[in-house]
């Protein structure tokens, strides 16, 4: 089943901006349908549903138990290491002005 979708609505749908929906268009990329809507000429785009599985975002795989052991002690060091360096920046700051 095809839905109707108007430019502007494919190109949020698809992340893309109008002009680059406009081109893939106007290059035969897209199939495209103009309607006449209250004296102006819309053009929409035939979206068939199967395009809608191609940009959902595959599941993310689990880690297993052993790639995800962390070493808090060191990440913890490494973090307070940076905070002093930092924290002194930030002393030597506040005392010049």
């Known amino acids: 089943m095809e839905e109707?979708?108007?430019?502007?609505?494919?190109?949020?749908?698809?992340?893309?901006?109008?002009?680059?929906?406009?081109?893939?268009?106007?290059?035969?990329?897209?199939?495209?349908?103009?309607?006449?809507?209250?004296?102006?000429?819309?053009?929409?785009?035939?979206?068939?549903k199967t395009q809608k599985s191609a940009i959902e975002v595959p599941p993310v795989e689990k880690a297993s138990d052993e790639e995800c052991t962390i070493d808090y002690q060191k990440a913890y060091e490494d973090l307070n290491k940076?905070?002093?360096i930092l924290k002194t920046k930030y002393d030597k700051l506040l005392q010049h002005q």
């Open 4 to 48: 109707l979708l108007t430019i502007q609505k494919y190109a949020s749908l698809y992340r893309l901006s109008t002009h680059t929906v406009i081109k893939k268009t106007m290059n035969g990329e897209l199939q495209t349908v103009v309607k006449e809507e209250n004296g102006k000429e819309v053009t929409y785009i035939l979206n068939p």
């Open 82 to 84: 940076e905070y002093l």
